[in-house]
């Protein structure tokens, strides 16, 4: 991918933040800047520049040597979307993505098993991934100035957490945006008492989930993981193909109709979804 060179200021901060070799002066003929990862740099920093989502995932792509780095930060830019590649940068204990426009981000963080500190400030994310509760050494998240509405209850995992910011979240509702715990153990309390309420109707089975066509074998592999509930993101054995494949279908199946009651608050839920997200 290239870059137009029509800001000097872009020019030198990209000057700075790659190596020499693969940082090319402007061509009269086109104007253009081609840019490339450093690939012996095990500090990574991107601030302020005119880079959009299909732009970074390309960088991310074509870096032959994602495990060399440790710290990469991400700011000032256009990109909405963390792209899964990331999940190959195995070994980053830092990782800022603050000041962006970021509102989803892919289960693949997952396999970033030696971060520590993630700073996902002051972006627009809405949603936030069950796999994040499985980064067993992160100790500081920084989730301020988002559109977050919902804490996954697999944040109870995190046995390093010692620092969460939730501030700055008004759309939060559980727990709830007036309410916020202040401290890493009030969150875990929170956390803790909600995962312990159950669906009235977890015995049944409702007439419109079956089907009457034979369904395939991926069909069959796919149901038999989400019933089960087999923790399939840390089996070696699922190929990577498949966990995505999975992780969409059980965010399809949260959102699907299907009536729940609350054994806390006796309310009825249409969808799996509304009962996670709901606040009693």
């Known amino acids: ?6 800001s000097i200021g872009m020019f030198q901060a990209l000057k700075n933040f790659f190596s020499p070799t693969t940082a090319a002066t402007p061509d009269d003929n086109n104007n253009n800047i081609p840019i490339q990862l450093a690939e012996d740099r095990d500090v990574v920093s991107l601030t302020d520049i005119a880079l959009n989502t299909e ?9 032959s040597n994602p495990k060399i780095i440790s710290r990469l930060t991400l700011k000032g ?3 909405s979307v963390l792209p899964p590649v990331i999940g190959k940068f ?12 970021i509102s989803l981000l892919p289960w693949s963080i997952f ?3 030696e971060l520590e500190e993630f700073d996902l400030s002051n972006n627009y994310i809405v949603e936030l991934p069950k796999t994040l509760g499985y980064l067993k050494k992160l100790k500081i998240f920084d989730l301020r100035d988002n559109q977050i509405q919902f804490i996954p209850s697999e944040f109870i995992l995190l046995e390093s957490l010692s620092a969460v910011f ?6 939060l509702k559980s727990p709830p945006a007036n309410d916020i715990p202040t401290d890493v153990q009030g969150l875990r ?3 803790s008492h909600r995962h312990n309420r159950s669906d009235a109707f977890i015995s049944c089975r409702y007439y419109y989930t079956y089907k009457s066509h034979i369904p395939s074998l991926l069909d069959l592999t796919v149901r038999c993981i989400m019933e089960y509930k087999l923790e399939y993101l840390s089996c070696l054995w699922v190929p990577p193909n498949l966990k995505h494949h ?3 279908e059980e965010n399809d199946k949260e959102a699907q109709l299907h009536v729940m009651k609350c054994t806390v608050c006796n309310n009825y839920f249409s969808s799996k979804k509304n009962f996670e997200v709901h606040h009693c």
């Not at 991918?1 to 029509?6: C, D, G, I, L, W």
């Not at 070994?91 to 800022?96: D, E, P, Q, V």
């Not at 939730?166 to 759309?171: D, I, K």
């Open 77 to 79: 830019t256009q990109v």
């Open 189 to 191: 309390a929170y956390l």
């Open 55 to 63: 732009e970074f995932e390309e960088l991310l792509r074509k870096h």
């Open 1 to 6: 991918k290239t870059y137009r060179t029509n």
């Open 246 to 248: 999975i992780h969409k």
């Open 90 to 101: 195995v070994s980053i204990t830092k990782l800022n993505l603050s000041r962006n426009q």
């Open 166 to 171: 939730l501030e700055g979240n008004p759309t």
């Open 111 to 113: 396999y970033l098993q």
